[in-house]
């Protein structure tokens, strides 16, 4: 029969085992999360550099587009 001593040792190394799983878990999270956040700068990068080769390529259209969403952006907050 288990004494509450024996019982006691055994519940407190299962929470250190929990313990020690959760850091783990953490741990992974934060590498997965940190090379989430490198592939989005990475993404965003390449879509500026895309996007100022279309505005080289196009500037009289780039200029109609930002004056044309300016207009409608007006018109929208005016009401």
């Not at 490198?38 to 500026?48: F, G, N, P, S, V």
């Amino acid at each position: 029969m288990a004494t509450p001593r024996n019982e006691t040792e055994d519940l407190a190394a299962q929470i250190e085992a929990i313990r020690g799983e959760m850091q783990n878990m953490s741990a992974t999270m934060g590498r997965i999360a940190e090379k989430g956040v490198h592939r989005a700068q990475d993404k965003a990068i390449e879509t500026k550099e895309s996007a100022e080769e279309v505005i080289k390529e196009n500037p009289i259209q780039a200029i109609a587009i930002a004056a044309g969403l300016g207009l409608l952006i007006g018109i929208l907050t005016r009401r």
